[in-house]
T-cell receptor, first 113, second 110 residues
């Protein structure tokens, strides 16, 4: 069974804090993704990575950065958290190619106060 | 214009009913098509891929019309456990990134 784990289910941070969200997958997938999901806006892609140390911007990269030092781990970084970054963050992984199913982690509900 | 559009619903149907969801996509270069299911407070999971020839998995049938850029999902004999949000998903280019619709909410009632 594919497993994608995220470091926290719930996180509360203050405005201006640096926030790290960690994601680990155990299926040797090459692609990894970070999304955020908000009511009425659906799932939006923040960043993705198709190889170690490689990253590509998604639809809404502003205010975020990512790091992929190892194949199994993909980190999302909020350099200076703001209240409009309060959201559900979902990590996913997949193998490359057009038929690659994406496997999602359970999500991190981040609240920035 | 949003790349993938779905009727948000909610669709409230009784058990045993047949329900159909529709989805349109704007990019004619789209290559692959999927339906994902997301239960309340859970992560999305692949329900089925969608092929031009149409495909069926038990009570679920998916259809693709490339000319009209339209995807559908039909659920027959609805069960209470089918209650969820159904996400229409499209890939373009190399298929690395998925474009998600906002989802259609289904509630099956006894």
């Amino acid at each position: 069974d594919v497993k994608v784990t995220q470091s926290s289910r719930y996180l509360v941070k203050r405005t201006g804090e640096k926030v790290f969200l960690e994601c680990v997958q155990d299926m040797d997938h090459e692609n990894m993704f970070w999304y955020r999901q908000d009511p009425g806006l659906g799932l939006r892609l923040i960043y993705f990575s198709y190889d170690v140390k490689m990253k590509e911007k998604g639809d809404i990269p502003e205010g975020y950065s990512v790091s992929r030092e190892k194949k199994e781990r993909f980190s999302l970084i909020l350099e200076s958290a703001s209240t409009n970054q309060t959201s559900m963050y979902l990590c996913a992984s997949s193998n490359p190619g057009p038929t690659g199913e994406q496997y999602f982690g359970p999500g991190t509900r981040l609240t920035v106060t | 214009r949003k790349e993938v559009e779905q009727d948000p619903g909610p669709f409230n149907v009784p058990e045993g009913a047949t329900v159909a969801f529709n989805c349109t996509y704007s990019n004619s270069a789209s290559q692959s098509f999927f339906w994902y299911r997301q239960d309340c407070r859970k992560e999305p999971k692949l329900l089925m891929s969608v092929y031009s020839s149409g495909n069926e998995d038990g009570r679920f049938t998916a259809q693709l019309n490339r000319a009209s850029q339209y995807i559908s999902l039909l659920i027959r004999d609805s069960k209470l456990s089918d209650s969820a949000t159904y996400l229409c998903v499209v890939t373009v280019n190399s298929g690395y990134a998925l474009n998600f619709g906002k989802g259609t909410s289904l509630l099956v009632t006894p």
